[in-house]
């Protein structure tokens, strides 16, 4: 859950802090607000693409800090990661773009450590899905649907699903081993 944003001299911002409660945070405004702005912040503190717009007119540098909860899947994964925890279950995530006269430069770290762009994918996949205008239609799908709940249940229902899949495959292995030995059977008796 995303905890935090910093933003400095990035796009049309000079300064923002953000803090975000717990349970669902809304971004409203009038158009030209800059709701796309912060969404821009967080995707690029998460690894996206850097364009020369991304930092402030006037500026050279520009600076994005997100600062995300995390639960025990993805400690376990940032651990393979070599990734230590800040606070125990605090991960903050920046990245600092700089223009230059050869273009633009930008530097991603996972509290405090630099890392490359796969290990930003790798975490941004993990941490947040963001979702373009038009792409609300899959909300719609079954299957995406079924993979929302599950999320949202936790690992406890993630498991039982598993177990579950994993019984209904043995189900209908048995079924098959079953139904050929019953024609075998009926073959010998013809």
């Not at 540098?61 to 940032?78: G, H, Y």
Request: aromatic fraction near 4%; proline fraction near 1%; charge should be neutral.
């Amino acid at each position: 859950m995303l905890l935090y944003l910093r933003i400095h001299n990035f796009a049309l911002i000079d300064h923002l802090d953000v803090e975000f409660g717990a349970g669902l945070n809304v971004l409203t405004g009038e158009t030209g607000a800059g709701k796309s702005i912060i969404l821009d912040a967080i995707d690029i503190a998460l690894g996206g693409k850097v364009t020369n717009r991304l930092i402030r007119t006037g500026t050279k540098r520009a600076l994005v800090e997100a600062t995300f909860s995390v639960d025990n899947p993805l400690i376990a994964w940032l651990s393979e990661q070599e990734i230590e925890l800040l606070d125990q279950a605090d991960l903050v995530c920046s990245r600092e773009i700089t223009a230059t006269e050869k273009g633009m430069r930008s530097r991603s770290r996972v509290n405090g450590t630099i890392v490359n762009r796969q290990l930003m994918e790798g975490l941004r996949e993990r941490l947040v899905e963001i979702t373009a205008q038009g792409q609300t239609i899959q909300l719609i799908m079954p299957a995406r649907q079924r993979g929302l709940l599950d999320l949202y249940g936790g690992s406890q229902v993630i498991q039982q699903r598993d177990r579950v899949a994993s019984a209904y495959i043995a189900c209908q292995e048995a079924k098959k081993a079953l139904e050929t030995q019953q024609r075998s059977q009926q073959e010998r008796l013809q």
